[in-house]
């Protein structure tokens, strides 16, 4: 059955193609919100304090444009930004 070439319908391959642009754009979006969480943590890694707050709003902006775009579930972004500000909040308090 596997050799049987079969034809596929004209709204099939437009689907297809529709959906591998949006797996790449989603990709893109998650990969950028991955890159710059680590960014932040490097920051406070090496105790620069003044640049991972001024961060923590441009974080916040990406996360919820991704939510807002349905790239990620609202409450994974929720979790998210709390995890930045609690990691925030930790690294000040032991400074």
């Known amino acids: ?3 049987v070439k079969t034809k596929r319908h004209k709204s099939a391959l437009k689907e297809q193609r529709k ?3 949006r797996e ?3 990709r893109g979006i998650k990969v950028r919100i ?6 932040f943590k490097k920051l406070l890694s090496h105790k ?3 640049a991972a707050s001024k961060m ?11 939510a807002k775009k349905n790239t990620i579930h609202w409450k ?20």
């Open 56 to 66: 923590v709003p441009e974080l916040y902006s990406i996360i919820d444009k991704a």
């Open 24 to 26: 790449s754009e989603n």
């Open 19 to 21: 959906t591998l642009k």
């Open 76 to 95: 994974n972004a929720a979790r998210k930004k709390s995890e930045i500000s609690n990691i925030l909040k930790d690294s000040l308090s032991n400074q």
């Open 1 to 3: 059955m596997a050799n």
């Open 48 to 50: 620069n304090y003044e």
């Open 34 to 39: 991955h890159k710059k969480v680590k960014e």
